[in-house]
């Protein structure tokens, strides 16, 4: 053991290195100053390393990290080595760490070679950058359906509470006007019997003509018709709003009937009659509607009345913005030649044949308000895509419409619009529903 350590730090019989240097001081001090710059960088790269995966320790195969600063510091050591036997000739030492550095090498090299495959194998930054794009947009779209379910899921329950309205609404309103009419007819017997009476008795007892007296018989006479029919008009009115009602909701219709869609216009024409009217600067929003000779389209009724109200509600909500000037006198110039015009809303209905193609019906709803930028066309009919003010807009109308016209009806929602020209929404959807049953299904049909 101690013939070891003295053959290890011995040094009797050799000469020091800086023999063979002839002890040239620019020669040696090269040798000393190279050295010990390599050994400095060689040890603080470990430190660099290890510091990074102290603070990394997600890294992958961080232990091969390890290796490397292992190395490195061996082959800084072995650097010090090669200053100290220019003097000193140990060469027996700086034989054996350059041996231990030997060792660590290989055993890096040897690890490494498995090590490769695995980290060729790691996604590149870019690809885990796409996935994470790609993850990102199904969580939106998630979300988005998810508030198109819920949305939908309202609706439907809005629909069916319009309904039940409407349905018990509809029986007591028939009572009053199917007997306003025998009301009428009554009242006039009576009215008649009281004239015959007093042209045949002139002269009433005493009671009576008290009575007649404190009573204003003429008046009745002549407002009891007027106040008969007024109630008949009133009762008529109830009686087509809730047949509209009626007609809007249709969800007693769970599956495509054939239906007269300028019913479903026109019922929710009825609906939004309120928000026709003038409000403030803004005079009476006119509705021009000219429809073409359309046969039954086979649709969800419910559902396209919808899309409907969600089109000519933003009509009017836009022709409403060019009035909304915020105060007096501050209307741009587009909002002055917007104001100088009638606000109106067009509805057109026609059959179109397009080439190669089975007969559709198209839907024509335009206004003549503020219109929309060509730049955010594409945008109008992602869900909460909205430019109206926080509780007015929910950014879902569109959304909801688009699906419901494509997805449910394989038809087409396009929008006709630039800024200022006036918005025009087609609505295209193929006369039948006819599904076309999958080969397999077919063939397993021909072939039982
Ligand atoms: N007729 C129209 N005229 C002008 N802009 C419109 C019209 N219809 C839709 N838009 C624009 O499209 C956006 C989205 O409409 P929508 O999905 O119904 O949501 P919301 O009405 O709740 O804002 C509206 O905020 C509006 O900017
Ligand atoms: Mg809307």
């Known amino acids: 053991m101690t013939n070891l350590m003295h053959t290890l730090f011995g040094s009797q019989g050799y000469i020091p290195h800086g023999h063979c240097y002839l002890w040239q001081p620019w020669l040696v001090w090269l040798h000393v100053a ?4 390599i050994a400095l960088a060689y040890f603080s790269i470990p430190a660099l390393l290890l510091y990074f995966i102290a603070k990394r320790r997600d890294v992958p195969f961080n232990w091969m990290f390890v ?11 072995g650097h010090l080595m090669d200053i100290w036997t220019i003097w000193h000739p140990n060469y027996w030492l700086s034989g054996v760490v350059k041996a231990f550095t030997a060792i660590i090498s290989i055993y890096t090299a040897i690890e490494l070679v498995p090590l490769i495959p695995q980290a060729l194998a790691l996604p590149s930054p870019a690809k885990l950058e796409a996935a994470n794009r790609e993850l990102e947009r199904a969580l939106r779209e998630l979300q988005s359906t998810q508030s198109r379910l819920i949305q939908a899921e309202k609706l439907s329950n809005l629909g069916q509470l319009v309904s039940g309205i409407a349905h018990e609404i509809n029986n007591p309103v028939n009572f009053i006007y199917g007997n306003i009419n025998h009301v009428s007819s009554y009242t006039q017997e009576l009215l008649n019997l009281l004239a015959l009476y007093r042209e045949t008795v002139p002269q009433p007892a005493p009671a009576v003509a008290e009575v007649l007296a404190e009573s204003d018989l003429e008046f009745i006479e002549g407002d009891l018709p007027k106040t008969l029919s007024s109630m008949q008009i009133g009762a008529d009115r109830i009686r087509q709003i809730v047949l509209s009602l009626r007609n809007f909701s249709r969800v007693d219709e769970a599956e495509m009937k054939p239906v007269n869609l300028h019913d479903g216009i026109d019922s929710t024409l009825m609906i939004l009659q309120h928000r ?16 073409g000779d359309l046969p039954k389209v086979e649709c969800y009724a419910g559902q396209l009345n919808q899309v409907f109200m969600n089109i000519l509600s933003n009509a009017i909500d836009a022709l409403e913005e060019v009035y909304e000037t915020h105060q007096a006198n501050q209307s741009s110039t587009l909002e002055r030649t917007l104001q100088d015009k009638a606000p109106v809303i067009k509805i057109c209905t026609r059959l179109i044949e397009p080439d190669n193609a089975a007969k559709q019906v198209e839907i024509c709803i335009a206004d003549n308000g503020p219109g929309i930028p060509k730049a955010v066309q594409a945008q109008i009919y992602e869900a909460f895509y909205t430019t109206k003010p926080l509780g007015k807009g929910t950014g879902l109308g569109l959304a909801i419409s688009h699906q ?3 997805e449910k009806h394989r038809g087409q929602l396009i929008c006709q619009s630039d800024t200022g020209q006036g918005t025009t929404f087609l609505i295209q959807i193929p006369l039948r529903q006819s599904f076309v049953a999958p080969e397999s299904t077919r063939t397993a049909a021909r072939n039982p």
Do not use: H, M, W
């Not at 190279?34 to 710059?37: P, Q, T």
């Open 34 to 37: 190279s050295n010990a710059a």
């Open 67 to 77: 290796l490397f600063g292992a190395f490195i510091i061996a082959c800084g050591i």
């Open 276 to 291: 026709l009217k003038p409000k403030g600067d803004r005079p009476c929003i006119q509705v021009v509607r000219e429809y």
């Open 404 to 406: 419901i016209v494509t």
